[in-house]
Nanobody, 113 residues
Framework: HVQLVESGGGSVQAGGSLRLSCAVSGYNYNYMAWFRQAPGKEREGVAVIYTGGGTTHYADSVKGRFTISRDNAKNTLYLQMSSLKTEDTAVYYC?????????WGQGTQVTVS
């Protein structure tokens, strides 16, 4: 049974930083990702990492500001967010799986003011 538990969300002023964590248990899939959903908007992909080789991809809106990483020893996925903007306000979810993302965390709120 795969479980994903996010933490690290909160409120921050524009220009600030936050680091989100996602603790993974049950099974390690090759791809892990962060998504977000702002009020009234569709869920969008933020970043993805191939855990085998470390290859990463980012949405254009966060490129250069966000960094996705994974600590395999701790089975934890991270999203380091810097230079935050008000438009980054959303609920952030980590996801993994095989089709391609069929396991999701409960989400963590990030509010930038």
């Amino acid at each position: 049974h795969v479980q994903l538990v996010e933490s690290g969300g909160g409120s921050v002023q524009a220009g600030g930083s936050l680091r989100l964590s996602c603790a993974v248990s049950g099974y390690n899939y090759n791809y892990m990702a962060w998504f977000r959903q702002a009020p009234g908007k569709e869920r969008e992909g933020v970043a993805v990492i191939y855990t085998g080789g470390g290859t990463t991809h980012y949405a254009d809106s966060v490129k250069g500001r966000f960094t996705i990483s994974r600590d395999n020893a701790k089975n934890t996925l991270y999203l380091q967010m810097s230079s935050l903007k008000t438009e980054d306000t959303a609920v952030y979810y980590c996801a993994t799986g095989s089709s391609p993302y069929n396991y999701w965390g409960q989400g963590t709120q990030v509010t930038v003011s």
